[in-house]
């Protein structure tokens, strides 16, 4: 009987480490010996049972599953964030290329680069949500939200009928957003890197519906936005600069970081933005210069704004553990 | 998951936190601790426990050092920063003002 105890211990254990093998060896150890050391002290404790095999059944039923262990120590280290970064990384730099292969071999249809981004972002998002990385399920989240907004509402006569099923799977996506925002409420960063990029893609498309003239020449400042954001297209930079942006913002631990990375990632998506050239021609103006110099700006303070909230809040005491 | 249920486990960081707020503890006195002080109304596992000590500790309302035990084996014990009695002091005036506001609405009304 006792033998029989002894092999459940053990096979706990390397179910654990089973669970923990993203984390690196040191750390496994480290974790494991923890739990150890609880096995060990309820075996040591004659309050447990008269026994040791009494003890230790106790104690072991105690422990919860290996994997709602392992998961737990997931969700509060994320050892495999790397691997949520390459999940963004790889794809978004390859898509260019596959969606060129795909409209040459079906080059009567236009439309049909909407199909492929949908086909190869959509699972992205539900790898993101089976692996609980509420990063990873809003960037492809997002990506693909700023596609369909642009067909259904600036493009709707182009795509004609097909415009409802893209409509019906937008509100679906902005549905799962919300509710991963949601889930992540407490988590300032998350809230902040769903919301911002979703806000600004909504407005912008509000926006160009309204789009407030001004027929003025450029102004300094003007020109040198355009210059960054052209500099910015023209050149590919932009994947390059966003990739280490995320990369600033999914891998290190430290929030100062963190923040940092959502600032420039802000700022990004404010100076990239089309809006820059959209409706400026020649050297005139044609969108009011405040909504210009607003726009590029508004992405960042959104996230500083953030960044107050949480510097001015006490720490919380109702974290959730293991959220997606 | 009952509401109940939640309720408890939403609970689990103020009660790790009040728990060493006398004293510093490895990760299964504090369950037995918990045990004790509730007289068995609170269980936890080592599932839910660990990560949630893991997790105050990354939030710097918990530190740990690992301390030699009996024989050759090592424990980690926790003990908690000025950071924890802050966020302990606030949440324990929120969770008194809950608690006074939910028996003060659950009281039966006259004739009921």
């Given at each position: 009987m006792e033998i029989r105890s002894k092999i459940t211990t053990q096979e706990y254990i390397e179910s654990l480490r089973r669970q923990l093998r993203s984390f690196s060896p040191e750390e496994q150890e480290t974790l494991i010996e923890e739990i150890r050391s609880h096995i060990a002290a309820g075996e040591e404790d004659p309050g447990m049972?008269?026994?040791?095999?009494?003890?230790?059944?106790?104690?072991?039923?105690?422990?919860?599953?290996?994997?709602?262990?392992?998961?737990?120590?997931?969700?509060?280290?994320?050892?495999?964030?790397?691997?949520?970064?390459?999940l963004i990384a790889i794809p978004y730099l390859l898509y260019p290329y596959l969606n060129s292969f795909y409209l040459s071999l079906?080059?009567?249809?236009?439309?049909?680069?909407?199909?492929?981004?949908?086909?190869?972002?959509?699972?992205?998002?539900?790898?993101?949500?089976?692996?609980?990385?509420?990063?990873?399920?809003?960037?492809?989240?997002?990506?693909?939200?700023?596609?369909?907004?642009?067909?259904?509402t600036l493009m709707n006569s182009y795509y004609g009928l097909q415009t409802i099923f893209w409509a019906v799977l937008l509100l679906a996506l902005l549905s799962l957003a919300g509710h991963i925002i949601w889930q992540n409420r407490h988590d300032l960063l998350i809230v902040i890197f769903g919301v911002m990029p979703l806000g600004m893609c909504v407005s912008g498309n509000v926006l160009s519906a309204i789009h407030p003239t001004d027929h003025t020449l450029y102004n300094l400042l003007d020109r040198l936005l355009l210059i960054a954001h052209l500099y910015l297209r023209d050149f590919s930079f932009d994947s390059t600069i966003l990739l280490a942006i995320l990369a600033l913002f999914l891998l290190p631990s430290d929030r100062r970081i963190r923040w940092l990375a959502l600032v420039l990632y802000g700022l990004m998506i404010g100076v990239e933005h089309a809006y820059l050239t959209e409706y400026q021609t020649g050297n005139m103006a044609l969108l009011a210069h405040w909504v210009h110099d607003l726009w590029v700006v508004l992405p960042a303070l959104i996230v500083m704004s953030g960044w107050w909230l949480e510097r001015s809040k006490r720490p919380r005491l109702d974290f959730a553990m293991g959220q997606v | 998951m009952t509401n109940l249920q939640q309720l408890r486990k939403g609970s689990t960081p103020l009660l790790i936190l009040s728990i060493l707020s006398t004293d510093k503890m490895y990760g299964y006195q504090i369950m037995r601790e918990l045990e004790r002080r509730s007289a068995g109304y609170f269980t936890m596992t080592a599932a839910l426990l660990y990560p949630a000590l893991h997790h105050l500790e990354k939030d710097g309302l918990l530190k740990s050092e690992w301390q030699a035990g009996p024989g050759r084996r090592r424990r980690k014990y926790y003990s908690i920063t000025q950071k924890g009695r802050n966020a302990l002091a606030a949440s324990r005036t929120e969770w008194r003002t809950f608690i006074a506001t939910l028996q003060k609405t659950l009281k039966p009304a006259n004739g009921d």
């Amino acid at each position: 009987m006792e033998i029989r105890s002894k092999i459940t211990t053990q096979e706990y254990i390397e179910s654990l480490r089973r669970q923990l093998r993203s984390f690196s060896p040191e750390e496994q150890e480290t974790l494991i010996e923890e739990i150890r050391s609880h096995i060990a002290a309820g075996e040591e404790d004659p309050g447990m049972g008269k026994d040791l095999e009494e003890r230790r059944n106790r104690v072991m039923k105690q422990l919860g599953s290996p994997q709602s262990l392992g998961d737990g120590f997931k969700a509060v280290y994320r050892p495999d964030r790397l691997i949520d970064w390459l999940l963004i990384a790889i794809p978004y730099l390859l898509y260019p290329y596959l969606n060129s292969f795909y409209l040459s071999l079906m080059p009567k249809y236009s439309w049909a680069d909407i199909r492929l981004d949908v086909a190869i972002h959509l699972p992205l998002v539900v790898i993101g949500l089976w692996r609980r990385s509420a990063p990873l399920a809003l960037f492809w989240v997002t990506i693909i939200v700023s596609q369909l907004f642009a067909i259904t509402t600036l493009m709707n006569s182009y795509y004609g009928l097909q415009t409802i099923f893209w409509a019906v799977l937008l509100l679906a996506l902005l549905s799962l957003a919300g509710h991963i925002i949601w889930q992540n409420r407490h988590d300032l960063l998350i809230v902040i890197f769903g919301v911002m990029p979703l806000g600004m893609c909504v407005s912008g498309n509000v926006l160009s519906a309204i789009h407030p003239t001004d027929h003025t020449l450029y102004n300094l400042l003007d020109r040198l936005l355009l210059i960054a954001h052209l500099y910015l297209r023209d050149f590919s930079f932009d994947s390059t600069i966003l990739l280490a942006i995320l990369a600033l913002f999914l891998l290190p631990s430290d929030r100062r970081i963190r923040w940092l990375a959502l600032v420039l990632y802000g700022l990004m998506i404010g100076v990239e933005h089309a809006y820059l050239t959209e409706y400026q021609t020649g050297n005139m103006a044609l969108l009011a210069h405040w909504v210009h110099d607003l726009w590029v700006v508004l992405p960042a303070l959104i996230v500083m704004s953030g960044w107050w909230l949480e510097r001015s809040k006490r720490p919380r005491l109702d974290f959730a553990m293991g959220q997606v | 998951m009952t509401n109940l249920q939640q309720l408890r486990k939403g609970s689990t960081p103020l009660l790790i936190l009040s728990i060493l707020s006398t004293d510093k503890m490895y990760g299964y006195q504090i369950m037995r601790e918990l045990e004790r002080r509730s007289a068995g109304y609170f269980t936890m596992t080592a599932a839910l426990l660990y990560p949630a000590l893991h997790h105050l500790e990354k939030d710097g309302l918990l530190k740990s050092e690992w301390q030699a035990g009996p024989g050759r084996r090592r424990r980690k014990y926790y003990s908690i920063t000025q950071k924890g009695r802050n966020a302990l002091a606030a949440s324990r005036t929120e969770w008194r003002t809950f608690i006074a506001t939910l028996q003060k609405t659950l009281k039966p009304a006259n004739g009921d």
